[in-house]
C-alpha cells in the first residue's frame, strides 16, 4: 500500500527519514573543521581540546537521536519478534563476517605475505587496529567521564546509528532507486538490483577501505533481510546487535579502531 496522498505528506517522510542521517552527517562534517581550529593534542590541553570526538560525538548522538523519536510515528517500522530476532541473529552472522579478518590480522604474518601497508591486506580487511577510540587517553581511566565517554559510544552505536542509517539506507535509498519520482508509493523491501548495487556500495564506500569487504558482506545481508521481512524494525535490530557486538569486541579484544 503507498504510504502517502499528498506533496505534504511527502515533505514529512523525507524529514522523518532522512532528517536524522542529515543531521549526524554534519556533525561529521562539521568535526573535520573544527579539529584543526580547536584541536591542540598537549599535555597540558583541556580534555575537550585534546580530543573533540568526546563532547562532539555525544551531540551528534542527541541530537540526531532526538529527531528520530520526534519524527518516529511518521516512519512505517512493521516491528515484529520474529523479525526482530531473525534480526538479531543476522547481525551477529554479518559481524562475525566484518570482524573475522581484523581477529586473524595479529595471528597471520600479514607483512610477510603481503608486505608493509599493502592494498591486498587492506582489501581483505587484515588491520590489527590498536588506534581509535580511547577515552582514557583524556579521561582517568575508571572514573566517571571515563565510564560516561563509554556509555555514550555504546548509545550512539546501538541506538542511534542503528536507526539513522537504517531510516536513510533501506528505509528511503532503497525506495529511491526503485522510483525515483514517487519513492514513498515504494512498499518497503520492494527488490530491484539497482536498489540492490546502489544501496549496498554506498554504505560500503562510507567506512574506511580496510571495512569495505566486511561492509559489503554486511551490506548484503541488510539488503536480504529488508526484502523478505518487509520490516524496517527488522534492519534497525540486526545494525543495533551488530554494533553492539563490534563495540564489546573492541573493549574485549583491544581494538579501539573498530569503532
Not at 24 to 31: E, H, Q, R, S, W
Not at 106 to 127: C, H, I, M, N, Y
Not at 187 to 202: D, I, M
Request: aromatic share 18%.
Amino acid at each position: 500500500m503507498p504510504e502517502v496522498k499528498s506533496s505534504t505528506d511527502d515533505d514529512a517522510l523525507m524529514k522523518a527519514y532522512v532528517g536524522p542521517f542529515a543531521v549526524f552527517l554534519g556533525f561529521t562534517l562539521l568535526l573535520q573543521f573544527l579539529e584543526p581550529a580547536l584541536g591542540w593534542d598537549h599535555p597540558s590541553a583541556a580534555w575537550w581540546q585534546r580530543d573533540l570526538k568526546q563532547w562532539v560525538y555525544p551531540l551528534q548522538a542527541v541530537s540526531a537521536g532526538f529527531l528520530v523519536w520526534h519524527w518516529r510515528r511518521r516512519v512505517q517500522w512493521a516491528w515484529s519478534w520474529k523479525w526482530s530476532l531473525i534480526g538479531a541473529v543476522a547481525g551477529a552472522l554479518g559481524i562475525a563476517c566484518w570482524l573475522a579478518p581484523t581477529l586473524l590480522a595479529d595471528r597471520l604474518p600479514v607483512e610477510e605475505w603481503f608486505g608493509r601497508d599493502s592494498w591486498q591486506a587492506t582489501a581483505l580487511g587484515l588491520d590489527v587496529r590498536t588506534e581509535g577510540f580511547d577515552p582514557g587517553l583524556v579521561f582517568e581511566p575508571g572514573g566517571a567521564a571515563w565510564w560516561m565517554a563509554y556509555v555514550m559510544r555504546f548509545f550512539r552505536a546501538v541506538v542511534v546509528v542503528a536507526f539513522v542509517e537504517e531510516l536513510f539506507w533501506r528505509g528511503f535509498l532503497m525506495r529511491l532507486m526503485v522510483n525515483f519520482d514517487r519513492p514513498w508509493t515504494v512498499p518497503f523491501g520492494t527488490h530491484s538490483w539497482r536498489a540492490y548495487w546502489v544501496t549496498t556500495l554506498l554504505f560500503m564506500s562510507v567506512h574506511m577501505p580496510v571495512d569495505y569487504l566486511g561492509a559489503f558482506v554486511y551490506g548484503s545481508l541488510t539488503y536480504v533481510l529488508a526484502v523478505v521481512s518487509k520490516s524496517l524494525g527488522a534492519t534497525v535490530a540486526m545494525h543495533a546487535v551488530a554494533n553492539l557486538l563490534m563495540g564489546v569486541a573492541a573493549l574485549v579484544w583491544n581494538k579501539p579502531g573498530l569503532w
